[in-house]
């Protein structure tokens, strides 16, 4: 599969489609940039110059749009807007995003130990700050579906102030201190507090646990592919992406 050095490049194009959600607080330009790397990397293995195109959509709608039109073939969506917006007709979902060898994370309502705070209920009019990265993009749509299964109303009717936070850090820091009562954060997040400062676990208790729940899944679109060999290739490239030192960054 490798390429000769002394070989033609087949020339060839990659367009990529990624919900704004999927990459919360990570900055455009960096995300641009990693998939050319990438791109170009992998291409050149596999006999291609490729030249890469990355866009991040705020609306999937427009994203949908896009790849109806053949415009985008690799699109990475966040899990809840992948359910809720049509893309199952157009896209293939292949893979899904490993971090520390876990598939998927579970999310955490957290309060301070001996506040009262001890059952869902007993959270009704406090404050909020919710964990709002890239890779937690789930633990807000499951906080939202908990309080509506317990008939308790949207995020913002039943706190009384709803905060955000860009690092598992600062949110669990904010109710250590007690600056908001609750907080919204990953599971693995927390272990990493609790492991670095073993006085947060002492005082922070968990009063809800999500399921696990997977964030993006990384889609192959149907159409706009110049060749069936591209998309395959793509596609075997995308599975050996670990043992790619460029596709590891």
């Given at each position: 599969?490798?390429?000769?050095?002394?070989?033609?490049?087949?020339?060839?194009?990659?367009?990529?489609g990624?919900?704004?959600?999927?990459f919360?607080?990570?900055?455009?330009?960096?995300?641009?940039?990693?998939?050319?790397?990438?791109?170009?990397t992998?291409?050149?293995?596999?006999?291609?110059?490729?030249?890469?195109?990355?866009?991040?959509?705020?609306?999937?709608?427009?994203?949908?749009?896009?790849?109806?039109?053949?415009?985008?073939?690799?699109?990475?969506?966040?899990?809840?807007?992948?359910?809720?917006?049509?893309?199952?007709?157009?896209?293939?979902?292949?893979?899904?995003?490993?971090?520390?060898?876990?598939?998927?994370?579970?999310?955490?309502?957290?309060?301070?130990?001996?506040?009262?705070?001890?059952?869902?209920?007993?959270?009704?009019?406090?404050?909020?700050?919710?964990?709002?990265?890239?890779?937690?993009?789930m633990?807000?749509?499951?906080?939202?579906?908990?309080?509506?299964?317990?008939?308790?109303?949207?995020?913002?009717?039943?706190?009384?102030?709803?905060?955000?936070?860009?690092?598992?850090?600062s949110?669990?820091?904010?109710?250590?201190?007690?600056?908001?009562?609750?907080?919204?954060?990953?599971?693995?997040?927390?272990?990493?507090?609790?492991?670095?400062?073993p006085?947060?676990?002492?005082?922070?208790?968990?009063?809800?646990?999500?399921?696990?729940?997977?964030?993006?899944?990384?889609?192959?679109?149907?159409?706009?592919?110049?060749?069936?060999?591209?998309?395959?290739?793509?596609?075997?490239?995308?599975?050996?992406?670990?043992l790619?030192?460029?596709?590891?960054?």
């Amino acid at each position: 599969w490798a390429a000769d050095r002394n070989s033609v490049l087949e020339e060839a194009s990659l367009n990529v489609g990624i919900t704004q959600t999927a990459f919360l607080n990570m900055n455009r330009n960096d995300v641009e940039a990693s998939f050319k790397a990438f791109s170009e990397t992998v291409g050149l293995r596999r006999g291609y110059r490729i030249t890469t195109k990355t866009q991040i959509f705020d609306d999937p709608s427009v994203l949908l749009a896009a790849i109806q039109d053949g415009a985008i073939q690799l699109t990475i969506i966040d899990s809840w807007k992948y359910l809720s917006t049509d893309f199952r007709g157009l896209t293939t979902p292949y893979f899904i995003a490993t971090e520390r060898g876990q598939v998927g994370k579970r999310f955490l309502l957290l309060t301070r130990r001996g506040s009262g705070l001890d059952t869902l209920s007993d959270l009704k009019g406090k404050a909020i700050v919710k964990l709002e990265i890239a890779s937690a993009c789930m633990g807000p749509y499951w906080l939202e579906a908990l309080l509506q299964a317990n008939h308790f109303g949207s995020t913002e009717q039943f706190f009384s102030q709803v905060t955000t936070a860009g690092k598992p850090s600062s949110a669990v820091l904010l109710v250590f201190f007690g600056a908001k009562q609750v907080c919204l954060v990953d599971e693995s997040g927390f272990e990493v507090m609790k492991e670095l400062n073993p006085q947060v676990g002492k005082a922070l208790q968990v009063v809800a646990t999500s399921e696990v729940l997977v964030d993006a899944v990384l889609c192959v679109s149907s159409v706009g592919w110049p060749s069936e060999k591209q998309k395959q290739d793509l596609i075997q490239s995308l599975g050996e992406l670990h043992l790619d030192p460029a596709g590891m960054q």
